[in-house]
């Protein structure tokens, strides 16, 4: 098969862990045959810094003649302490997402059997977790009406919804839900917000139609502390956009690292693949990052770009030798620490010899 990426590095360790998900793109397409064109595009910091916009028009023309994008990460910390700043790498991320119709982000929470005596939770409660939360992406506060008034003293973002909006992320839900363990937890804030209220009238609408699923409603500020205390209870979440981007990092840590999980954003045009943490300024050029969730958002890459699952596996395969094996960077190794190039070379070799 044809196999036609983008591939967005970004910012801060985004080159570097990009560069290993592409090593183990590159094995795959070999031990496959399958015919892999890729080409590099700038985005965030490093596309303001060359071009002065974070999200180019050449980047945004070449991830809609993709069959599918690979990003590392964005952000640099010259823009966090200045609110001021007129362009910042993020926007680059949120017009990308917005251009390409991501309106949802799938982020598959699973715990590693060798970390779980890295996890901030006791194994007898994240032992089995298995659950994945899908985040709204395109809409919400990050995209209503916001500004300032009364001379700058006053701001305001507002949080907007549509019907459509909801019904088309409810709708990925109920088909997650279905092909797991059909359970869909609709997570809002329904005691409080009127765009809450229309998205659990919306999902109430919807619930019949799916007579197979069972279908649960929580508040955000239950479902953080669920989050913790009982993660196995989770099937299938959907909430919207910044409950969802809050949620998902509380969920990403009890595995034991951030460093692990991978995400899928999936909409109107081209999917996007990119790990769930952030662009880690501070380990940038050292080789130490772990590249773990960027190989595993290139496996997501094949199973839900490509539809090619043995292709996903191999790669999931080798994140699971790698870890039995202890090749693993030092933000989860025991003894020896091994380097983010290290880590990416034995992951394509394992693939290689599979
Ligand atoms: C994420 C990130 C982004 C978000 C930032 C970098 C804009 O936190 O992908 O979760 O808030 O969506
Ligand atoms: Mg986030």
């Not at 990308?96 to 939770?121: C, D, Q, W």
């Not at 019904?167 to 839900?177: D, M, Q, S, V």
């Not at 880690?280 to 969730?293: C, R, T």
Request: overall charge negative; glycine content about 8%; some cysteine.
């Amino acid at each position: 098969m044809k196999l036609n990426l983008a591939v967005l590095p970004g910012d801060g360790i985004g080159p570097e862990i990009t560069e290993q998900a592409m090593k183990a793109v590159k094995a795959v397409a070999v031990k496959f045959n399958h015919e892999l064109e890729y080409k590099y595009a700038l985005t965030g910091a490093a596309a303001i810094d060359k071009v002065g916009e974070p999200y180019p028009d050449d980047t945004h023309e070449l991830c809609m003649k993709s069959d599918a994008v690979l990003f590392g990460a964005i952000g640099d910390p010259k823009y966090d302490n200045n609110p001021k700043a007129t362009v910042r790498p993020e926007q680059g991320l949120l017009l990308m997402r917005k251009k390409l119709g991501l309106y949802a982000n799938i982020r598959p929470v699973e715990t590693f059997e060798s970390l779980l005596h890295k996890s901030p939770l006791r194994r007898e409660l994240v032992e089995g977790a298995d659950f994945v939360a899908i985040r709204e992406l395109t809409g919400g506060i990050y995209f209503g009406e916001k500004g300032r008034k009364d001379d700058g003293n006053t701001a305001f973002d507002t949080c907007t919804y549509t019907r459509a909006e909801i019904e088309r992320i409810l709708k990925l839900g109920y088909e997650f839900a279905l092909k797991r363990n059909k359970k869909l937890t609709v997570v809002d804030k329904a005691n409080v917000l009127e765009s809450s209220r229309l998205w659990r009238e919306v999902a109430q609408e919807m619930a019949p139609n799916y007579p197979d699923v069972k279908t649960e409603y929580m508040f955000v500020d239950n479902a953080a502390m669920q989050i913790i205390q009982w993660p196995k209870n989770f099937d299938v979440m959907v909430t919207e956009n910044m409950f969802g981007d809050i949620l998902t990092d509380e969920a990403s840590v009890i595995t034991g690292s951030l460093g692990l999980l991978p995400s899928a954003s999936m909409g109107i045009h081209t999917s996007v693949f990119e790990p769930i943490h952030g662009s880690y300024p501070q380990a940038a050029g050292k080789d130490i990052a772990n590249p773990i969730a960027t190989i595993l958002s290139a496996a997501m890459m094949f199973e839900y770009a490509f539809n090619l699952m043995d292709e996903g596996k191999l790669i999931r395969d080798a994140v699971n030798a790698s870890l039995a094996e202890k090749v693993v960077t030092e933000d989860i190794a025991e003894g020896k620490a091994f380097k983010t190039s290290e880590v990416g070379d034995w992951i394509a070799n394992y693939i290689g010899k599979a």
